[in-house]
């Protein structure tokens, strides 16, 4: 079979149109729009993570710290990034932003329902991508590996 029948396929499969037909609502799509990034990261710093160790060039006590460090960060960033994307694209906590920014548009259904979509999609990647990933993710990881990497130093010897 061809490479065009293969993905024909895959595009025509019942998976794919159910995936489809979800993506009306601007919250599913928000959301596998996060989770995507999310994988990707994760597949990212496992790479990392990787090449670290495989690398002779990296001195054998740095070569640890820089893999810990690797493998912390990836992890809290999957984990942050959920978090604050599934807060941000809460529906109670998007209503009550929307209706203090729309306010001039509030009595218009349709135009306010687009405005707030948008916003809420923006305003979680946003959130998720910016804040979660280059602001709480380095300050959580380096402490998570600043602890483990000295868990021994006021033990007994």
Do not use: W
């Amino acid at each position: 079979m061809k490479i065009a029948g293969i993905l024909s396929n895959i595009a025509n499969s019942k998976l794919m149109t159910n995936h489809i037909q979800k993506c009306d609502n601007p919250k599913f799509l928000t959301r596998t729009l996060l989770l995507t990034s999310v994988a990707k990261d994760v597949f990212a710093y496992g790479l990392r993570v990787k090449n670290t160790l495989e690398n002779d060039n990296i001195p054998e006590d740095k070569k640890k710290f820089s893999a810990h460090m690797d493998m912390a960060t990836g992890i809290t960033t999957a984990l942050v990034q959920i978090s604050t994307g599934f807060l941000m694209s809460n529906e109670k906590l998007q209503d009550g932003i929307a209706k203090k920014l729309f306010k001039p548009v509030l009595d218009d259904k349709k135009i306010f329902n687009a405005a707030k979509s948008s916003f809420s999609a923006i305003s979680t990647m946003i959130v998720a991508t910016l804040f979660a990933k280059r602001i709480l993710t380095p300050l959580i990881a380096s402490k998570i590996v600043y602890k483990a990497e000295h868990k021994n130093d006021n033990k007994p010897a």
